[in-house]
């Protein structure tokens, strides 16, 4: 178990270097990597029976228990980050394939990388676990809707079926991975919680290298200006999540956590949904934001951990400053 928590604490540390390595590897040998394309479904739904191992009844009940913020959150998740994906397709004028893709990475909830990003920036971390259970649980409805609505000019948009395969590959596996979390009891859930880390990572890594081996051409011949959009649909959703944090009172570690969960999306599911209900090629935007919302997550957590670290100092002196009475 010792060499289990060591490699944990590897991927955790290097994530953001690990993916854009599969990347640059899925791109150069293709051969080991389309084996995952046929599989997406059963990975993202490891995926998912993983979330829903670290979950228990008391994460609901915290859920409630922050009815504002967490509101908030949703709003921005559901709102923001599909109305900057669809007025960048339009913008951009990208080809069909690429709209629906760029739509589905706009309308998935936000991924478990937030919860980490938000831990490095010394964010609200409570409240992280929240908007990403309350995204992801919300999903199997709101995702088919809103891709149906903004992506039906472009392409049919199936609502019942994306909302079948949804509701197969997020709420049955989290459904069941409470299941058994209860079963086991949490002692054996943490004994095994590094094993959980490693097994979901693999999923996501072979995910997300399964679509770059399929279009590593498409990538590279449209590569900048993909990058473009999916980077300004990042720092959008950083910026717009931060505003509509602070607009709602917030103060600035829960600021820091919905800019970050409002920003970071689940590439994964991006990826699959695109390669399930249409083409190969919708999968591109997927697979581009889960490099870049590593990398441009890393870079912020890093600024604000200072931040956010001067602010705490900053807080836990100001009693002392204080004359005495």
């Avoid at 599909?82 to 913008?91: E, I, K, N, R, S």
């Avoid at 596996?173 to 086991?184: E, M, R, S, T």
């Avoid at 473009?228 to 950083?238: A, M």
Wanted: aromatic share 10%; proline share 4%; glycine share 10%.
């Amino acid at each position: 178990m010792s060499v289990l928590n060591k490699l944990a604490e590897f991927v955790g540390k290097y994530l953001t270097y690990i993916v854009f390595a599969v990347v640059v590897a899925a791109f150069f040998f293709p051969q080991g990597f389309t084996w995952a394309a046929s599989q997406t479904v059963l990975l993202l739904s490891v995926i998912m029976f993983g979330m829903g191992m670290t979950l228990r009844a008391s994460d609901f009940a915290l859920v409630l228990s922050r009815p504002k913020e967490v509101f908030f959150g949703c709003v921005g998740q559901f709102t923001i980050m599909p109305f900057l994906a669809y007025v960048l397709t339009v913008g951009f004028e990208l080809p069909p394939e690429l709209a629906i893709g760029m739509i589905l990475l706009g309308t998935t909830p936000g991924g478990t990388a937030s919860n980490v990003m938000t831990y490095l920036a010394k964010g609200d971390v409570t409240l992280s676990v929240c908007l990403t259970t309350a995204t992801t649980l919300l999903a199997p409805l709101l995702t088919p809707f809103l891709t149906w609505m903004l992506a039906g000019q472009w392409v049919e948009v199936s609502f019942l079926a994306m909302l079948k395969s949804v509701s197969q590959v997020i709420l049955l596996p989290i459904v069941l991975g409470i299941l058994v979390h209860k079963a086991v009891g949490d002692k054996l859930v943490v004994k095994y919680s590094k094993l959980l880390v490693l097994v979901s990572a693999f999923s996501v890594l072979s995910i997300m290298g399964a679509m770059v081996a399929l279009n590593g051409e498409t990538i590279l011949r449209l590569g900048w200006v993909m990058v473009l959009v999916v980077v300004l649909q990042n720092f959008g959703g950083y910026a717009l999540g931060w505003m509509l944090a602070r607009k709602a009172g917030m103060g600035r570690a829960q600021c820091t956590t919905v800019m970050l969960e409002v920003g970071m999306q689940n590439a994964a599911l991006a990826c699959s949904l695109g390669t399930l209900h249409f083409t190969s090629m919708a999968a591109v935007p997927g697979a581009i934001g889960g490099v870049v919302h590593q990398i441009t997550g890393s870079l912020l957590a890093s600024i604000f951990a200072a931040r956010n670290g001067k602010q705490e100092s900053a807080q836990a002196v100001m009693p002392e400053a204080e004359p005495a009475k």
